[in-house]
């Protein structure tokens, strides 16, 4: 079972629209969580990063929250745009492999005009 | 800005050959690492390196091997190629020097190679 499971797999919305991702993850103890967005064709790039104290971080429309205690994190995305259309990645730094970084199998979101 | 390059986008070979991929970072990070990306796995560690010289097996290391002889550039060396090994390939750097670092990561554009 992957130590990072994220939903859904892959969800279409419309332009305009509101939506959010999932993360559970069981890494623990952990020391970081991040998201990250990954266009068709090109490499990921790091959206938010939180800490395990952390319960929010904002990158303009893009808003990250993290329960730690029931080790689940969301990513919420504002007025989607269709630039948003990408695969979005969750990733947990594992403490207990030196700070390993374990990743889930990404959210296809494809936003509609 | 941080820029990570990878030598080819798109690459094709045949079963059996020597494949190199090519990573080179423009901002004198320590980390390098190298990944395989395919549907329904995510990401997975291939080999990483914390100096130059230096190299750590990551998750899933059989069948390749890498090379860093200057801080910049890190290859991926597939010596026989099978087509199993057709993938994504991302090569990305960060800052911090220890073991499996913690921070952030930047990401390659990606190398896709097919391995007929």
Redesign the interface.
């Known amino acids: 079972k992957?130590q990072?499971e994220q939903s859904p797999q892959s969800l279409i919305i419309l332009e305009g629209k509101n939506c959010t991702l999932q993360c559970n993850y069981t890494v623990s103890p952990f020391?970081?969580l991040?998201w990250y967005k990954q266009d068709t064709?090109?490499?990921?790039?790091?959206l938010t990063?939180m800490t395990f104290s952390e319960n929010t971080k904002s990158n303009g429309r893009y808003t990250a929250t993290l329960d730690a205690d029931t080790k689940q994190s969301s990513l919420h995305i504002t007025a989607s745009q269709l630039s948003d259309s990408a695969s979005y990645?969750c990733v947990v730094?594992?403490n207990n492999?030196?700070?390993?970084?374990i990743?889930?199998?990404?959210t296809e979101l494809s936003v509609k005009p | 800005d941080v820029k990570v390059t990878q030598s080819s986008r798109y690459l094709v070979k045949r079963t059996g050959e020597k494949v190199f991929l090519e990573c080179v970072q423009d901002m004198d990070h320590e980390n390098m690492f190298w990944y395989r990306q395919d549907p329904g796995l995510g990401l997975r560690l291939i080999y990483f390196s914390y100096d130059v010289k230096m190299k750590e097996k990551g998750d899933i290391p059989e069948g390749y091997s890498v090379s860093r002889e200057k801080k910049e550039r890190f290859s991926l060396i597939l010596e026989s190629a099978s087509t199993n090994q057709t993938s994504m390939y991302l090569c990305a750097s960060s800052l911090i020097q220890s073991g499996f670092i913690t921070d952030t990561q930047y990401f390659g554009p990606g190398t896709r190679l097919t391995v007929l």
Do not use: A, E, H, T
Request: overall charge positive; cysteine-free.
């Open positions: 992957n990072v020391s970081n991040r064709g090109r490499g990921p790039v790091s990063i990645i730094s594992d492999q030196g700070g390993k970084l990743f889930g199998q990404g």
